[in-house]
């Protein structure tokens, strides 16, 4: 008897639950605007593109590695980025594990949300959106300078803000159209900057200093030092952006197996490159002298090295898709920001005009102005207050941004252990307890060693605010996030139900009322129908 009243209470809960949603619908207005991305649009290669061009490899490879060769006087660099790759890779396994039980294209917000509860989840929510916000942000910097040295080569002045502000535009309306159409375009993009990053790579190595080539750089002992920490740091930025492919996982195709596909491969491939073209610029130099002509060339240090045996055009030609490389990211990260905040709209957590796509295009339309009209606020400010756009808005924005990413890295590995956990859900060992539980012990280290030493990533004094005040304010963010999820838990509980569960609507309402109570309205005694509304 107690069995059939309590499978009769819980139909009622799902007929309430229907019903809600139902009442949700029909008082959503006419279906003017869509509230779905569009579906089926990207296979495992244009998602790898996005989580590439997050990374941006030339870039990296361009601006990032010559500087930490500068900088840290060490020559252990190519063996950070074979250490960081590894690190990520054990990360990946766990995360694309868990991505084949949830598609949503809140990505770390929504694991977190299912590992570690709605409360936590929401908290990571407001630390993502910040940090993508302002990796984006920040690569309008970078651009605007890169762009407006090319034009100063060919003897035209144009100012950095005006060469940002091209850019502006263009991923602001490719930010509208269709993803797919994004896609191509990073294809296009990142076919010729692997291409070139694989050509300069062989005419260094085919270039030793002293005659032969030599493998010193890929010696694990420089490792063993003071400067081990901050070389994973840097190290780890570089891969920054390939964690996007998840957001992207409602507009792939047959998304549980092209997503885990892909983030491995953006993993592998950003490693790859990034650890070879290390250890080619030291054959090029000199296993002795690489820091040294580092120091003296910075981010010049791949032409320089490759001008004398290649054509002037194919110089030129890495100018360009450097400049291109950057671009692609700043598409990247414009399209993982604006689905973050599509998936906190639909779920309530932000309000629900964010949660609305364009009708034909199935782009996350307020995300996508609400982050370009942000970044044009920025920028225009970084310009008229006449800041150094390399140093102030490219290093600082993408520094800080890129704490935030660490954070929820290291939180979705978190995760991923409390979500299997619960249960295998048919994932091996290796997949679901021992690679995770590896990942987040590296990645406690890797971050500890970031909060620690990020005045000095930052390049400020060691009495400066900018030691502590950026890893206070993500944890001030986080707890307005708490906050806020604990505050929806009290007064709209059924929107609290369906934080991180994306477009599965589905929820357990059985859950719900054993976690609040007074979410349903009671059975009254003796009632047939349960007491549930009719409504």
């Keep these: 008897m107690s069995v059939g009243r309590h499978q009769l209470r819980h139909n009622n809960t799902d007929q309430w639950a229907g019903r809600l949603l139902i009442q949700r619908k029909a008082t959503a207005g006419p279906d003017i605007i869509s509230r779905a991305l569009a579906q089926n649009r990207l296979g495992t290669a244009s998602v790898v593109f996005f989580g590439v061009a997050g990374a941006a490899p030339l870039t990296v490879i361009i601006g990032s590695i010559s500087a930490i060769y500068a900088i840290q006087g060490s020559t252990a660099v190519p063996v950070a980025y074979i250490v960081v790759a590894g690190i990520l890779s054990l990360f990946t396994v766990g995360f694309v594990a868990m991505s ?49 040295g090319i034009f100063a080569e060919l003897g035209l002045n144009v100012s950095w ?96 197996k092209t997503i885990a596909r892909a983030t491995h491969l953006a993993v592998l491939l950003a490693g790859i490159l990034c650890g070879v073209s290390a250890w080619a610029m030291s054959v090029s130099t000199g296993p ?18 490759v001008s004398p045996h290649l054509p002037g055009a194919l110089v030129d030609v890495g100018y360009v898709l450097f400049m291109t490389s950057v671009f692609a990211a700043l598409l990247a990260f414009h399209a993982a920001v604006a689905r973050y905040q599509f998936a906190l709209g639909r779920e309530g957590v932000l309000p629900s005009a964010w949660g609305y796509t364009h009708p034909r295009t199935g782009a996350p339309l307020v995300g996508a102005i609400t982050q370009s009209i942000l970044a044009l606020v920025v920028i225009t400010t970084y310009a008229v207050l006449g800041l150094e756009p390399l140093l102030y808005l490219f290093a600082w924005l993408t520094t800080i941004g890129g704490l935030g990413v660490l954070i929820l ?22 997949r679901a307890y021992i690679a995770p539980f590896i990942a987040f012990l590296l990645l406690s280290i890797v971050l500890a060693a970031t909060i620690i030493g990020f005045g000095q990533l930052l ?21 307005i996030g708490f906050c806020w999820a604990l505050v929806m838990r009290k007064i709209r509980p059924e929107v609290y139900a369906a934080i991180g569960r994306g477009a599965d609507t589905r929820v357990n309402f059985q859950s719900i009322e054993s976690e609040f109570p007074h979410a349903l309205p009671p059975a009254p005694v003796g009632s047939r129908s349960g007491g549930y509304p009719s409504w």
């Design 100 to 148: 084949r039980h949830i598609v949503n294209s809140g990505a770390f917000y929504s694991y977190i949300s299912h590992g570690l509860g709605r409360v936590v989840g929401v908290g990571a929510a407001f630390v993502a959106l910040p940090a993508y916000s302002l990796m984006q942000i920040g690569l309008f910097g970078l651009f605007g300078a890169a762009t407006s």
């Design 161 to 256: 803000y005006a060469c940002a502000i091209g850019a502006w535009v263009l991923v602001t309306v490719l930010g509208m159209l269709w993803v797919d159409l994004s896609g191509k375009v990073l294809a296009a993009l990142l076919v010729a900057e692997i291409s070139i990053v694989l050509l300069y790579d062989l005419v260094m190595v085919s270039h030793p200093a002293g005659g032969h080539v030599s493998f010193a750089t890929l010696s694990p002992a420089p490792m063993l030092t003071p400067v081990v920490g901050s070389l994973l740091v840097l190290a780890i930025a570089g891969f920054v952006g390939f964690e996007a492919t998840v957001v992207l996982s409602e507009e792939a195709k047959d998304p549980k």
């Design 288 to 305: 002795d002298r690489i820091t040294q002509v580092a120091a003296e060339h910075q981010t010049d240090l791949v032409f320089r090295l």
């Design 409 to 430: 890295m290291w939180s979705a590995s978190a995760a991923v252990i409390a979500f299997f956990q619960r249960g295998r859900r048919g994932e091996s060992v290796w």
């Design 459 to 479: 390049q400020v004094s060691s009495d400066s605010i900018f030691n502590w005040i950026v890893p206070v304010a993500y944890a001030g963010v986080a707890l």
